[in-house]
């Protein structure tokens, strides 16, 4: 969409801050593979203690928010651009 | 941006939110949930139905809602309406499959004093799943045939 708008007009600077959003969704998958890693190599044998299972999943979940909430704005980004309001 | 134009984005939002959550649990999450042990994909199953009694009831009248304005506004193309009937009509037919459901989930969340045998949660499943993809392509079209019904306005 980006490529496709006309540089500079406001449906384009729409389309490359989503974009960047989508960027920035990106990085926090990046930051959430160590915890993915783990989880997918644990044996079930390896089943963490209560409270160390519910931190690393308070963590997995505060970065998961944030993720939620820039793939959201880039949605309404994204339509307002498409849809030239 | 008028009135129009800000219904067909709080339209475009809340059905792109409903027909996305539904694709990802689809896909990834029931699917999973296969996968695990009966007792585990019982207790999980549970306690995500449970949660969507609470977030279903808002977002839901609130798309159908914003369907219904978005078809009945403005000065749009003969297309353009037709297209956003039918999605209202899509959505209607999600909402169908949900009251058909009901059952099923009636039995999964007051199932409090005994749990299923895994013969009998793994049937109860299969059955749910499969309306559950009627609806998740339903509200999939739907919200394809309100882009198409506000790029063409």
Known sequence: MAVQEEAWTLEWSLAVIGCALIFGWQLIVFSLYPINLKLMEAKPEDVPPEPEWRAMRRLWFERHSLRTLLSSAALVLFLLSALAL | ?153
């Open chain 2, 1 to 153: 941006m008028s009135g129009v134009e800000a219904a067909e984005l709080a339209n475009l939002i809340l059905v792109g939110v409903l027909a996305g959550n539904d694709l990802g649990h689809w896909s990834v999450v029931h699917p999973a949930l296969g996968k695990v042990p009966a007792h585990e994909s019982f207790t999980a199953e549970k306690a995500i139905f449970g949660r969507y009694r609470y977030f279903m009831p808002i977002l839901v009248p609130l798309a159908i809602a914003s369907g219904i304005v978005v078809a009945v506004i403005g000065d749009k193309s003969d297309t353009s309406f037709w297209l956003a009937v039918a999605g209202v009509s899509l959505l209607g037919v999600w909402q169908f499959v949900v009251l058909t459901l009901y059952p099923l989930n009636e039995r999964i969340l007051g199932a409090e004093s005994r749990e299923p045998t895994a013969d009998e949660w793994w049937a109860l499943r299969r059955s749910w799943y499969a309306r559950h993809t009627v609806r998740v392509w339903a509200g999939f079209a739907a919200f394809v045939l309100f882009v198409l019904s506000a790029l063409l306005a």
